[in-house]
């Protein structure tokens, strides 16, 4: 399983980025969880939403409720990070992180962990300028 992010880049406070994450080894017809994580400097690596294919629902950190949305191309395997009204505080490291198998019942701090997720892509810097 290989995951490859993109879309980061530098954006003024306010503005939008999307980010992709491309998936191969599996297709989105199998059960999987795929997360979008950051990863700010000094801090601790953070769940910001995910999707579970099990129940077709969505979870998001409440710092992120309302400005970010993810989705996803099922015929291109590709998951989105739509982020809106972004702020300097959104400026980290994203990740994409994938796990196969069913995950249902799990509530929002569990699918957002990142030790439930096996396979990692390389990160998309986004940076968000005053």
């Known amino acids: 399983v290989q995951l490859v992010e993109s879309g980061g880049g530098l954006v003024q406070a306010g503005g939008s980025l999307r980010l992709s994450c491309t998936v191969s080894?599996?297709?989105?017809?199998?059960?999987?969880?795929i997360a979008w994580f950051r990863q700010a400097p000094g801090k601790e690596r953070e769940g910001v939403s995910c999707?579970?294919?099990?129940?077709?629902?969505?979870y998001y950190a409440d710092s992120v409720k309302g400005r970010f949305t993810i989705s996803s191309d099922d015929a291109e395997n590709t998951v989105f990070l739509q982020m809106n009204s972004l702020k300097p505080e959104d400026t980290a490291v994203y990740y994409c992180?994938?796990?196969?198998?069913?995950?249902?019942?799990?509530?929002?701090?569990?699918?957002?962990?990142?030790?439930?997720?096996?396979?990692w892509g390389q990160g998309t810097q986004v940076t968000v300028s005053t």
């Open positions: 992180a994938a796990v196969l198998g069913i995950h249902l019942g799990i509530g929002a701090r569990g699918m957002l962990r990142s030790g439930r997720y096996d396979y």
């Open positions: 080894g599996f297709t989105f017809d199998d059960n999987y969880a």
């Open positions: 999707f579970s294919s099990a129940d077709s629902r969505r």
